[in-house]
């Protein structure tokens, strides 16, 4: 089992199920053309989130951490007419990429970024009651993964389901900054002890690097 391996399947499932399309393709060359390393979902992952939310009926999504807006696509696509995705992007520049790639998918009536620090916006959305959500995906910075889960879970009901990306790879790579490797060791442990959720951590491998990602409903 190798890199190459992992890319090869990944390829094989990408081609199998379709999981690609210009209006993909083009978010993707977005994240090429400013010359960023692309920390999106893969496109299986993208899928994944895509069939949970249509599994959960959800009306209303939450995510942190919209990059340029690859994961946000595929979950926009599975909300009904009147559907709506938050989704909350620290950099601006990030989020003025996104806000182009949503719209050139012709989801901005069904999307609405809020830029800025996602531990300041989160109370900020409880204040004007935007929740509950039918199902919240925490992808922002890592250190504050527990701050968010437990603000996450503020804007939740019981059934909420709750998916946060990349909780396995920093708790065993060693070159993880330490804030990092903790902040998601704290937020397993949370989810893993608390009695709001029941919880595991799936691990993904795919074209990005071997990682994980946690799947929780709240009681
Ligand atoms: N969900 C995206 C990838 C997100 S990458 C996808 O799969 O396509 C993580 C993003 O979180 C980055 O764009 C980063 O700028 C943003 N971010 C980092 N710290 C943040 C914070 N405190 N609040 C909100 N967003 C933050
Ligand atoms: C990074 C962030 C992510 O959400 C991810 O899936 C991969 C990498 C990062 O900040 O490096
Ligand atoms: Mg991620």
Redesign the pocket.
């Known amino acids: 089992m190798n890199d190459e391996y992992f890319i090869k399947a990944e390829n094989y499932i990408s081609a199998l199920f379709h999981l690609t399309d210009p209006v993909l393709a083009a978010?993707l060359q977005s994240v090429q053309d400013a010359g960023i390393h692309d920390?999106?979902?893969s496109p299986s992952?993208?899928k994944l989130l895509q069939l949970l939310a249509r599994l959960c009926g959800a009306k209303k999504i939450l995510?942190?951490?919209?990059?340029?807006?690859?994961?946000?696509i595929w979950l926009a696509r599975a909300l009904p007419a009147d559907g709506q995705l938050i989704?909350?992007?620290?950099?601006p520049q990030?989020a003025a990429f996104a806000e182009k790639n949503f719209a050139n998918a012709g989801l901005q009536n069904k999307i609405q970024i809020r830029t800025?620090?996602?531990?300041e916006?989160l109370p900020k959305l409880e204040e004007e009651g935007a929740g509950p959500f039918d199902m919240i995906?925490i992808?922002?910075?890592k250190p504050?993964y527990a701050e968010y889960f437990r603000l996450a879970l503020r804007l939740s009901r019981p059934g909420t389901l709750i998916i946060a990306?990349n909780v396995v790879r920093h708790v065993f790579d060693p070159a993880t900054p330490e804030d990092k490797k903790n902040g998601v060791i704290r937020f397993n442990q949370l989810i893993a002890e608390s009695d709001a959720v029941s919880a595991v951590i799936l691990q993904t491998v795919g074209s990005k690097e071997p990682d994980g990602m946690a799947i929780a409903i709240v009681n």
């Open positions: 978010t920390i999106g979902v992952q993208g995510e942190m951490g919209t990059f340029f807006g690859y994961s946000g989704t909350l992007e620290y950099d990030n800025g620090n996602a531990l916006l995906f992808d922002a910075d504050p990306d």
